[in-house]
């Protein structure tokens, strides 16, 4: 009996089983070393070569349908487990969900995020520097002599006897202006480190830097931008004060202070027309062009805006600090 009809008679018997079990027995029984395919191999072995070819042709045939129909049939037994299973499963309703907490961007990042979005608006380029970095560019060609008081007072933390780790983002400014011709419109911000450590220092903190080189930039240029900015900043209702001051990279110099809660001046900013000698050391014709930079510490700024008395909180990673800003990001 070489015909189809197995075919149609195991189908008929694979589909009465209900499970993986019966289901192995019909495997073994077509398929198995004593089933019914091997058996009908047996029959054959002793008639003649084309007769013999022809069978072994049909049962081979017959034994593929036999097995895809078992393996349709194993997934669809599996399929009905699974949904029962599924279907039988309690679930108690009473029972907490997870909550998942949601994260948030740092407070410094939401300060220099909502700073560089001011001044991309009026036209400065975001540039990037290294914090690693040689004398060369944080001290000697920012005009700031070799045995200048500053190169103590900010307390360097020296890697080597050329390399520091930097102690302003003024070192971005030497960086741009070799290796661009004016007119030169950059912001930088970033990481910068001083040996210091209380509730107004930390020895890592954050600096914005500004640089605009052009013909005819004056100190006016200078004074406008700052006082637009700290408007945008804190509201024009801020008071704002200018002192003179004093940095070897700029003349003249000045210092921005902000009055704060406690009616305290804070000082939150350095600025000035960029030293000749600067401009000089990096190739710039001080005769046709000027400019100003300036600096902005963004731990100062923020405590302001914040409203925060000790700057080492920024850096405590205490939760229940960082949670406060959640809804703070500057969109
Ligand atoms: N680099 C100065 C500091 O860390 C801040 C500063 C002052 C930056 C004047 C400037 C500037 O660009 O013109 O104290």
């Known amino acids: 009996m070489i015909s189809d009809d197995i075919v149609v008679i195991a189908k008929k018997e694979i589909y009465t089983v209900k499970n993986i079990t019966e289901l192995n027995i019909l495997k073994v029984k077509y398929l198995g070393k004593k089933g019914y395919i091997k058996t009908q191999f047996l029959l054959i072995k002793n008639l003649k070569k084309e007769e013999k070819i022809n069978k072994s042709i049909i049962l081979n045939q017959q034994k593929k349908k ?55 608006k009026i036209g400065f380029e975001i540039v990037v520097g290294p914090e690693i970095e040689d004398v060369y560019h944080n001290f000697d060609a920012l005009n700031i002599p070799k045995h200048h008081p500053i190169r103590t007072e900010q307390d360097t933390f020296w890697l080597d006897k050329n390399i520091l780790l930097r102690t302003q983002t003024s070192n971005v400014q030497i960086r741009i202006m070799k290796r661009s011709k004016p007119p030169i419109r950059i912001l930088t911000s970033g990481k910068v480190y001083r040996n210091d450590y209380d509730s107004n220092h930390t020895p890592m903190f954050h600096q914005i830097e500004g640089l605009f080189i052009d013909k005819k930039i004056t100190f006016i240029d200078l004074k406008s931008i700052l006082i637009l900015f700290l408007n945008f900043f804190f509201g024009k209702k801020c008071k704002i004060r200018f002192r003179p001051s004093y940095f070897p990279f700029t003349e003249p110099s000045l210092e921005v202070d902000i009055l704060n809660q406690k009616k305290k001046w804070i000082e939150i900013l350095g600025a000035g027309m960029i030293h000749p000698n ?54």
């Not at 078992?70 to 997934?75: A, E, P, S, T, Y």
């Not at 510490?297 to 923020?302: F, K, M, P, Q, S």
């Open 278 to 331: 600067v401009l000089k050391n990096v190739k710039i014709n001080f005769s046709k062009y000027t400019g100003y930079a300036f600096g902005l510490g963004v731990e100062r700024l923020a405590m302001l805006y914040y409203n925060i008395q000790d700057i080492r909180l920024f850096y405590e990673n205490d939760i229940r600090f960082l949670k406060q800003f959640k809804f703070n990001n500057f969109i």
């Open 66 to 120: 036999i097995k895809k129909i078992i393996i349709k049939r194993q997934k669809e037994i599996e399929l009905e487990k699974n949904n029962k299973n599924f279907l039988n499963q309690k679930i108690d309703i009473s029972l907490p969900g997870k909550y998942i907490e949601m994260g948030s961007e740092h407070p410094i990042k939401n300060i220099i995020n909502k700073i560089e979005k001011f001044f991309v």
